[in-house]
T-cell receptor, first 115, second 111 residues
Framework: AQKITQTQPGMFVQEKEAVTLDCTYDTSDPSYGLFWYKQPSSGEMIFLIYQGSYDQQNATEGRYSLNFQKARKSANLVISASQLGDSAMYFCAMREANTGNQFYFGTGTSLTVIP | NAGVTQTPKFRILKIGQSMTLQCTQDMNHNYMYWYRQDPGMGLKLIYYSVGAGITDKGEVPNGYNVSRSTTEDFPLRLELAAPSQTSVYFC??????????FGPGTRLTVL
């Protein structure tokens, strides 16, 4: 079974609008971390936001927030007030403590912001 | 801090050649990882290490070898390069309690 599932290969959003990128995960480990990374066309991996499995509140970092629904095993990324520079690939990832802190990545969502 | 550095940035290999991708981190992280990213795809784990002297296979280890003689360095060795190993290779490190820090990547083409 896939550890991380991103079901949206491509998304479009109007500039200044909000967009939600979906991510579901699969683990039986009670201790895990969830991450979102941005990969622009230049290729580098840029860390956006982190949510720990024991965190009670949803993580926020500026225009990024993580909608963490533990019972549904979902960790959706919400980008508010989209900007043209947000156009990139977005990867959801999970770290499991009981597998030597391995990271598992989804297949990514390509986001295009339309002016 | 330089973070995670990788060399080279680009390389073209002929089928059957060997090479070593270098990775160094200066954050004293115990955990280090090698990934490959094929065009339009996500990252797949090749090998990882939980500390100096300890390495383990990830999802796609065939055709690769690693070593971890120091905390800082985690080189990836390709023996007998094949066209299927054409990819972008990322090295990353982590303290084990937070996010991964990625290197800039090495773009490898095998012809």
């Amino acid at each position: 079974a896939q550890k991380i599932t991103q079901t949206q290969p491509g998304m479009f959003v109007q500039e200044k609008e909000a967009v939600t990128l979906d991510c579901t995960y699969d683990t039986s480990d009670p201790s895990y971390g969830l991450f979102w990374y941005k990969q622009p066309s230049s290729g580098e991996m840029i860390f956006l936001i982190y949510q720990g499995s024991y965190d009670q509140q949803n993580a926020t970092e500026g225009r990024y927030s993580l909608n963490f629904q533990k019972a549904r095993k979902s960790a959706n990324l919400v980008i508010s007030a989209s900007q043209l520079g947000d156009s990139a690939m977005y990867f959801c990832a999970m770290r499991e403590a009981n597998t030597g802190n391995q990271f598992y990545f989804g297949t990514g969502t390509s986001l295009t912001v339309i002016p | 801090n330089a973070g995670v550095t990788q060399t080279p940035k680009f390389r073209i290999l002929k089928i059957g050649q060997s090479m070593t991708l270098q990775c160094t981190q200066d954050m004293n992280h115990n955990y280090m990882y090698w990934y490959r990213q094929d065009p339009g795809m996500g990252l797949k784990l090749i090998y990882y290490s939980v500390g100096a002297g300890i390495t383990d296979k990830g999802e796609v280890p065939n055709g690769y070898n690693v070593s971890r003689s120091t905390t800082e360095d985690f080189p990836l060795r390709l023996e007998l390069a094949a066209p299927s190993q054409t990819s972008v290779y990322f090295c990353a490190s982590s303290s084990g309690q937070g996010r991964e820090f990625f290197g800039p990547g090495t773009r490898l083409t095998v012809l």
